[in-house]
């Protein structure tokens, strides 16, 4: 089969500037885990931490305290990826708010225009989102085995369908949450920068002039740093939710199969003695 006919590679220059954004993001995030690493190697544990290393403390113990809480303590360790994934939302939205040129794509039509936040393309919010997705999924194989395939067929296999489609709401209802916040954000500071010159002609020009210098930071500050850390605690507790309701102890399993395996005993019970009534009359 040539795929080149069903799906049309694009060029560099082609790219959504979100997807920029996007990598840009990634990379501050590694260089900043590089730092840190970095950093700890000439630390001293008997010294009282300052300046950069205080500030990664403080947040790292916030993180792990946090995991634990809504985690439990199986999970230990699994704050590093929680960190990371927060790290990737807040700076995506302060990508948007600041406003890189974008000088990557030299024959683009979005050259030297300034970079989105990654999150007003819905491709950048579900590739978080499925990483949430997948994890949480993995995390009930692992625990469950085979026995994690018995929910789509749950109470009765005719519910399968439906088991199958509510499956993917966690996915969706991440991706557009994330979605629909940056893209109102990106619109309405949008209306700001190009709307007030337009709406008290004909000297819209010098009230936009006036105007958006003094509108524009309060419009950045709600929906670029705000509205980003509201997305980054809702986004990353819905992920420490969803992967820990999965988990299940081996004493638990064993405690959930032996009830099972109980109903199944009482429900041939009931049969019996069905039967043994329809005889006796």
Not at 108 to 125: D, H, R, V
């Amino acid at each position: 089969m040539d795929f080149n006919k069903v799906i049309r590679f694009l060029s560099w220059n082609e790219i959504p500037p979100e997807f920029i954004s996007s990598v840009l993001s990634m990379i501050i995030v590694i260089i900043l885990a590089i730092v840190i690493r970095i950093k700890l190697k000439h630390y001293d544990p008997l010294k009282k931490p300052n300046g950069f290393l205080s500030i990664v403390e403080e947040i790292i113990n916030f993180t792990d305290k946090k995991v634990t809480e809504l985690m439990g303590n199986s999970f230990e360790g699994f704050g590093g990826y929680i960190v990371a994934l927060g790290a990737y939302i807040i700076i995506g939205f302060i990508i948007g708010m600041i406003g890189i040129p974008n000088f990557f794509q030299p024959e683009s039509e979005q050259f030297l225009i300034a970079l989105p936040n990654p999150f007003t393309n819905i491709a950048m919010p579900l590739s978080i989102a499925l990483c949430t997705f997948c994890l949480t999924h993995f995390e009930a194989i692992r625990c469950r085995h085979l026995g994690y395939f018995r929910r789509y067929v749950e109470p009765v296999f005719v519910f399968l369908p439906v088991n199958l489609i509510s499956m993917w709401s966690s996915l969706l209802s991440l991706t557009l949450r994330l979605f629909g916040n940056a893209l109102a954000g990106y619109c309405i500071i949008t209306i700001i920068y190009v709307g007030i010159g337009t709406i008290l002609p004909p000297s819209g020009s010098l009230t936009g002039l006036v105007l958006t210098p003094l509108l524009a930071p309060i419009a950045h500050l709600y929906f670029d740093l705000f509205d980003g850390a509201i997305q980054l605690i809702v986004f990353t507790m819905l992920t420490m939710i969803n992967i820990s309701q999965e988990f299940i102890s081996k004493d638990d399993l064993a405690l959930e199969k032996e009830e099972r395996i109980n109903r199944k005993f009482e429900k041939k019970e009931r049969k019996q003695r069905k039967i043994s009534l329809k005889k006796a009359n």
